[in-house]
């Protein structure tokens, strides 16, 4: 093999592509390892995304969609390709910048990965959206707003309507069909 095949070898036979100037964030995954990773932010994300908040981001050779921490930003990314993050999960700011510091602490500290501290110290609460839920209410419309002629109703649709005529303010779904005698599907 000749000398210049064998240099050919382990030289970059093109140059690395210029990155596009952009954002791009350092993500940490609850997963025991000591180094965050960088992606690049797309620009429909760039005003949702802030440190402290989760993402859904692709990881490992399989590409696997993962929750992740993002407790870095910056104008300027590595020199090799990076992966873009998927979304940005939560609308609040999770973990303050004082929190962040603490967690960075005892991840050094306790010799575990940051990630899995930043996972134990957020609660299950606010990772899961648990307390919160939506709640369609609905109401009658009045008899003279109705289309003319009005629909037919089965007798069911009927007892629902009498039910929510009744009422002072409007009724949960699950409320509506409990009221009513009937389902909700």
């Known amino acids: 093999m000749t000398q210049t095949i064998q240099r050919s070898l382990f030289e970059d036979s093109e140059a690395a592509p210029a990155l596009e100037a952009g ?3 350092e993500v940490v995954f609850d997963r025991p390892l000591d180094h965050a990773y960088t992606y690049a932010v797309p620009s429909g994300l760039r005003d949702a995304l802030t440190v402290g908040k989760r993402v859904q981001a692709p990881f490992g050779k399989g590409d696997r969609s ?9 104008e300027t990314g590595p020199e090799r390709p990076v992966k873009e993050i998927q979304s940005v999960l939560d609308d609040e700011v999770l973990l303050t910048p004082d929190l962040l ?13 940051w990630g899995q501290v930043l996972n134990a110290v ?4 606010a990772k899961n959206q648990a307390g919160s839920r939506i709640v369609a209410f609905l109401e ?9 002629p009005a629909p037919a109703v089965t007798a069911k649709q009927a007892a629902a309507l009498e039910q929510l005529r009744a009422s002072p303010q409007p009724l949960a779904a699950r409320q509506l069909a409990r009221r009513a005698r009937c389902g909700s599907g």
Do not use: I, N
Not at 66 to 74: D, E, R, Y
Not at 101 to 113: E, F, K, N, S
């Open 140 to 148: 009658a419309v009045p008899t003279q707003e109705l289309p003319q």
């Open 101 to 113: 510091r603490l967690t960075r602490w005892m991840a050094d500290y306790y010799l575990c990965g």
């Open 122 to 125: 957020v609660p299950a609460g």
């Open 66 to 74: 993962t929750v992740g921490f993002c407790v870095g930003l910056s």
């Open 23 to 25: 954002l791009f964030a």
